[in-house]
């Protein structure tokens, strides 16, 4: 496959192919998040959760097979589900924060031990066979819902993190795109664009698609 001459210096250099597209898909990645909150209005865990979540997905597909996305998935709301109870469980003990969160992160991880081993006692190897980096970036999040349960409510907390997973699995078919990886190789300097479109969602008065649907009563009275 022909690549643009920079990208041949990067490889030259040592840097893996790998490693250089990876770093050229970030910003892809932040202006979809970006794009979808300005646009429709979908909120997430802030920029940062959804965009090491979709290379988290990433890293599981090319590890284990495209199985690894819905093990991806599978953990990801597992681990959400466990912060959630455990939380309600410590809720009466009334600990300090970070105490708190310390305790969830434990139960979580064992938890997420447990379902490693019994994948593997079902002859599930993908599951077990999940690299240790984007399952500890799987784990961590709880805290991203910890933080959001604690500042807006539990309700929010859950809209939250499934709008994150939303997002993380629409940028892990956009970065495991073969179409995009060869054009991105090839004409690298097309991710500068990224950044004049990101000017322009910075400067979007117009309402969000969510807020349509939610001021909907009042705009028929105003039509």
Do not use: C
């Not at 997430?44 to 097979?65: D, Q, R």
């Not at 300097?189 to 009563?217: C, D, H, M, Q």
């Amino acid at each position: 496959m022909h690549t643009h001459y920079l990208i041949d210096y990067f490889v030259f250099q040592g840097v893996p192919q790998e490693s250089v597209l990876l770093i050229l898909m970030l910003p892809i990645v932040a202006t979809l998040i970006a794009f979808f909150r300005q646009i429709f209005g979908i909120k997430a865990f802030g920029i940062y959760t959804p965009s090491i979540i979709t290379f988290a997905f990433l890293a599981m597909e090319g590890e284990v097979g495209f199985k690894g996305i819905k093990y991806g998935v599978a953990i990801f709301i597992s681990v959400i589900l466990v912060g959630m109870a455990t939380r309600y469980v410590l809720k009466k003990l009334r600990l300090l924060y970070l105490p708190r969160v310390a305790i969830i992160l434990i139960v979580v991880a064992f938890s997420i031990l447990a379902i490693l081993v019994l994948g593997g006692s079902m002859q599930r190897t993908g599951l077990a066979a999940i690299p240790i980096f984007p399952l500890l970036i799987m784990i961590i999040i709880v805290e991203k819902f910890i933080a959001a349960q604690l500042e807006k409510g539990t309700k929010t907390a859950f809209i939250l993190a499934i709008e994150t997973l939303v997002i993380s699995l629409v940028g892990y078919f956009i970065v495991s795109w073969e179409i995009l990886s060869i054009f991105i190789l090839k004409y690298p300097w097309a991710v500068l664009l990224t950044i004049p479109f990101n000017i322009f969602l910075g400067k979007w008065t117009g309402l969000r698609l969510s807020e349509y649907w939610r001021f909907r009563e009042i705009l028929k009275k105003m039509q």
